[in-house]
T-cell receptor, first 111, second 114 residues
Framework: GESVGLHLPTLSVQEGDNSIINCAYS??????FIWYKQESGKGPQFIID?????DKRQGQRVTVLLNKTVKHLSLQIAATQPGDSAVYFC??????????FGKGTTLSVSS | DTEVTQTPKHLVMGMTNKKSLKCEQH?????MYWYKQKAKKPPELMFV???????INESVPSRFSPECPNSSLLNLHLHALQPEDSALYLC?????????????FGPGTRLTVT
């Protein structure tokens, strides 16, 4: 079946380090991908998105990379801060209907 | 205004109760969604409304009944729930349906079924 998954359930980094969160997906027909951040007790918050006609997109302190050949998506966070501590989900669209979410990676930032 | 609001924030209900969750957005979005999220799991799609019509029902049990009274409002009516239905219920909206637009999420309703 179709799935969106993350390689690591948890990631611990020091404040100021760069973080890389990975996501593997199986549906090669997907053409839209999103990263969400979810803090405890809150709904998912949009971070950045990318369409399949691109392989890289940058935002403020974040970069998303898309490798369609190996069906891999990654989120890079520069100079990670304690406020970045949260669960990060990747999501892809499915058959033009809705988004499927990956399993999530919990990012812990220590100062 | 990029806010999706949900009420109530918390809800405790017995298995014989009837209650409703409410969601509202004023971004002019024409697609609205209900998701269910269990602890430490990703959100799972339940329903999609497009132009106020139900377009996707992910085989959700009939004890969950969605309603879209107008383009800004989305309700989820609950009846005869089971304890395993306890979860965070998230509402989201996007400009259009189809999975190719950013979805904006509300803060969720934490539901406990006793």
């Amino acid at each position: 079946g179709e799935s969106v998954g993350l390689h690591l359930p948890t990631l611990s980094v020091q404040e100021g380090d760069n973080s890389i969160i990975n996501c593997a997906y199986s549906n090669s027909a997907s053409d839209y991908f999103i990263w969400y951040k979810q803090e405890s007790g809150k709904g998912p918050q949009f971070i950045i998105d990318i369409r399949s006609n691109m392989d890289k997109r940058q935002g403020q302190r974040v970069t998303v990379l898309l490798n369609k050949t190996v069906k891999h998506l990654s989120l890079q966070i520069a100079a990670t801060q304690p406020g970045d501590s949260a669960v990060y989900f990747c999501a892809q669209n499915q058959a033009g209907t809705a988004l499927i979410f990956g399993k999530g990676t919990t990012l812990s930032v220590s100062s | 205004d990029t806010e999706v609001t949900q009420t109530p924030k918390h809800l405790v209900m017995g298995m014989t109760n009837k209650k409703s969750l409410k969601c509202e957005q004023h971004m002019g979005h024409r697609a609205m969604y209900w998701y269910k999220q269990k602890a430490k799991k990703p959100p799972e799609l339940m329903f999609v409304y497009s132009y106020e019509k139900l377009s996707i029902n992910e085989s959700v049990p009939s004890r969950f009944s969605p309603e879209c009274p107008n383009s800004s409002l989305l309700n989820l009516h609950l009846h005869a729930l089971q304890p395993e239905d306890s979860a965070l219920y998230l509402c989201a909206s996007s400009p259009l349906a189809g999975g190719t637009y950013e979805q904006y999420f509300g803060p969720g309703t934490r539901l406990t079924v006793t």
